[in-house]
């Protein structure tokens, strides 16, 4: 094993970590290579990776027929600028996108983060109403325990009040979050809501049925209707956030279509490269795409990511797009979520556990509380898996093409894990 460099001296100076208390945090683990549904450390161990990399690794590790188009792609040109002059591999993959996802989201706008989708569909929807007029409809209603990213406007529509950007109160604009209507009460007081200050909106942004980052919570496909309902009623775009939910996790390879919705916008990224390059999208309507089009160019939208459709990604993209379409993985999500049902069950009997739920391939074990979250993922790794608890949860997104022994391994393990959290033995 080659020498490592030493984190104090070498990284700690320098190296700024995500979601990380530099003063207190312990040494990052340093991960020397990936393969399939592991990753491997310094020290040689071989972790199957429980989160696939936070939800983006959807066909494992270095799949070889994304590997071969990221390569392919390299020879001829690894980037070029989207401003004046275009490219093949962004031409392809925007139509192959427009044609996979539902109704007409036929207009796809490239970015390089999830966030930054997030950002531009939020622009996307207010010049949406600029350009025909309106220009006091500059705000949106967002829901409890949603999160949407870490860039200004993004974090904006997050929950204010349950969100690691509590901080930044006062500095964000300031949207309209509310619940989830789950009744036909809670619909009839969220259309009261909207009705209220429809004159200010803009739109409305959801993470369609699995609420990531903000605590892994779910909620039904006839809460989704619901909204759509109520923005088809005040005229409203709707935005569905579908980086974390998108191609596959859920079940269908995007969320909205188990509640027969079509979003105005939706922001895509994630698994869209299969994990391999950073890479997202807007995708608007052909209604929203055309509020844009005028002979005065100020009714563009403004907006251009200096690495948006970057050819490495689109390579990349196109590679997953084919995985999908040549390999089973919507019935590998339906065999995994029966799987993470029957191995995660023997965690409410546990102390302390308020639910378990399980979704496509999310699998989710909500606490009372969870303190030294860092202290029980140090406990998996030594149990030989990475799973990483946030908030009060402690959840598992496996890679798609995990097999049946290696998800029974994940689920014992967390189980274990939380059987010895639970009995004081940290």
């Not at 890479?279 to 251009?304: Q, R």
Request: glycine share 8%; proline share 5%.
């Amino acid at each position: 094993m080659q020498n490592q460099p030493d984190w104090q001296r070498d990284g700690a100076r320098h190296v700024w970590m995500p979601y990380t208390q530099m003063k207190t945090a312990g040494v990052p683990w340093p991960v020397v290579a990936t393969d399939g549904v592991y990753v491997t450390l310094a020290s040689g161990e071989r972790l199957i990776d429980g989160v696939a990399s936070w939800w983006t690794a959807c066909h494992g590790y270095n799949h070889p027929h994304i590997i071969a188009a990221i390569e392919r792609q390299l020879k001829i040109m690894p980037h070029v600028m989207f401003g004046g002059i275009h490219h093949e591999p962004a031409l392809r993959l925007a139509k192959r996108l427009s044609q996979l996802l539902p109704g007409d989201l036929n207009h796809v706008f490239f970015a390089d983060s999830g966030s930054v989708s997030v950002e531009i569909a939020l622009k996307m929807a207010v010049q949406y109403w600029l350009n025909q007029g309106f220009a006091g409809r500059n705000r949106f209603i967002s829901f409890e325990n949603s999160y949407h990213g870490d860039t200004s406007g993004a974090m904006s529509v997050c929950d204010p009040d349950n969100s690691m950007h509590a901080h930044f109160k006062g500095f964000l604009l300031e949207q309209y979050p509310h619940k989830i209507p789950r009744t036909a009460t809670d619909c009839q007081a969220f259309e009261k809501f909207v009705a209220e200050r429809v004159d200010r909106l803009a739109g409305a942004i959801i993470e369609p049925l699995i609420q990531g980052a903000g605590g892994m919570r779910f909620h039904n496909p006839e809460s989704l209707s619901m909204i759509r309902q109520v923005c088809n009623q005040h005229g409203l775009l709707l935005i569905a956030d579908e980086i974390a939910t998108g191609f596959g996790r859920t079940g269908t390879m995007f969320a909205c279509q188990q509640a027969d919705v079509v979003p105005d916008i939706m922001c895509i990224g994630k698994s869209l490269t299969g994990g391999a390059i950073g890479m997202a999208a807007a995708v608007a309507t052909t209604g929203v795409f055309e509020a844009f089009l005028a002979e005065d160019t100020s009714s563009a939208l403004m907006h251009g990511p200096t690495f948006m459709a970057n050819p490495l990604a689109c390579a990349a993209a196109g590679a997953s797009l084919d995985l999908f379409e040549t390999e089973p993985r919507l019935a590998q999500v339906q065999k995994i979520e029966t799987a993470l049902r029957q191995g995660l069950a023997p965690c409410r009997d546990l102390p302390g556990v308020v639910d378990v739920r399980v979704l496509g391939a999310v699998g989710v074990v909500q606490l009372q509380q969870l303190e030294h979250r860092e202290k029980l993922m140090e406990k998996y790794r030594q149990l030989g898996v990475l799973i990483r608890p946030t908030k009060d949860v402690v959840y598992l997104t496996p890679p798609l093409v995990i097999s049946e022994n290696q998800l029974q391994k994940l689920c014992s393990t967390l189980v274990f894990g939380l059987q010895e959290w639970s009995a004081g033995d940290e």
